[in-house]
C-alpha cells in the first residue's frame, strides 16, 4: 500500500491536502505514534479536520467516512466466494480506504494487519476494510461521507 503516513506530531508540518508521499506500508511496520492517519492522496483532508480526527482518536480506535450512501458492500461483491461466513448481511455501507484514522493500540493494530492481510487476499481494499471491521471489532467513528473534500 503507498500512500502518506502521518501522526498526530507532523500533520500541523505539512500541508495535507496538496502533500503526497510515497512511503511502501508493509504487515511488518510498526508504527512508533500513538495516532495515525493512512492516506493514498485521494480525498483531500483539510489539516484542521484531521486534527480533529487525531483528537477524537483519544476515544476511538478506527475513524473511516462513508464513501458514499449509494454503495453497498452487495454492489462491490460479486465473486467473492465464503464472505457471508465473516458478513452475514452484506446490506451495508463502505467506507473510504484512502484515508482513515488509527490509534496505535491493541485494536488498531489487529484492525491495520486485519486489513493489509484480507486486502491482499480478495485484492480490494474496500472489501478488505468491510471484513477487517466485522471481524476485529475495534471502536470505529464513522464520518459522513462528505467528510472529506472530493
Known sequence: MNGLFLTNKNVDKVKV?????NLDLKLSDKFEE?????WNGEPDITPQRANLC???LDSWEVIAAFKDYKILLKDIIKTYINIEK???DLRIPVYETGAFFLRNNEAGNLFWNEFLNLSI???NNVVGFSIALWKVKPFILTLPCNWFVK
Open 121 to 123: 487476499e480478495y485484492e
Open 86 to 88: 465473516f458478513i452475514p
Open 34 to 38: 500513538d495516532k495515525i492517519f493512512i
Open 54 to 56: 487525531f483528537g477524537w
Open 17 to 21: 491536502s496538496k502533500t503526497l508521499l
